[in-house]
């Protein structure tokens, strides 16, 4: 039994590599990769494209399916190793890291949303142009989460854009490191779980 789930926590290991290769080319389009790259597409966008059929992982410029897709790889090999490592599993183990891994993700993002807005921070300072194609992009990242970061702070008071960046980073990084103590703490808890 070990034996297998050493080979099935290889295979998935290997597998989320592939799945994160195929995510980082995505980022470089107008490369052209020859028949590597088609061969890459069909092992992994089979996966990829049943994450993305819902419709709720997808929300503007965003598209959170290849993240989620990563987050249950990532659950399928920890069972795996720990399987392998322990020869059996409880459903405490189970549980804690279900919620390692959601908020594996959710930590991940809240990091993403930290560096976009702290770029946005720094272009309005140093005066960029903010018209190029890589700061519209920053702009329609950050804009969605500034408005709801600065609606749910101050509700329907107006405050200088630069006062709302640097709040908005700061509730961004108070959440990642409460949630991370609390998800660490509950985490401690639910792994001690008898059964």
Known sequence: MQIIMNILAGLTGVYMLLIFIRIMLTWFS???YGQPMEILCRIT???LDWFRRFSVLR???FDLSPIVAMAVLSLGHNIF?????YGGISIGVIAAMILSSIWSAVSFILGFFIIVLGLRLIAYLTNRNVYSGFWQV??????????RINRLLFQRRLVHY??????????????MVLGGFLVHEAVSLVQKLPI
């Open 30 to 32: 107008g490369a052209n």
């Open 45 to 47: 966008d089979p996966y």
């Open 59 to 61: 929300t503007g410029v």
């Open 81 to 85: 190793m720990t399987m392998a490592r």
């Open 138 to 147: 920053i702009d329609a990242i950050a804009k969605p989460v500034l408005y």
């Open 162 to 175: 630069q006062t709302g960046i640097l709040v908005s980073i700061g509730f961004l990084s108070v959440a």
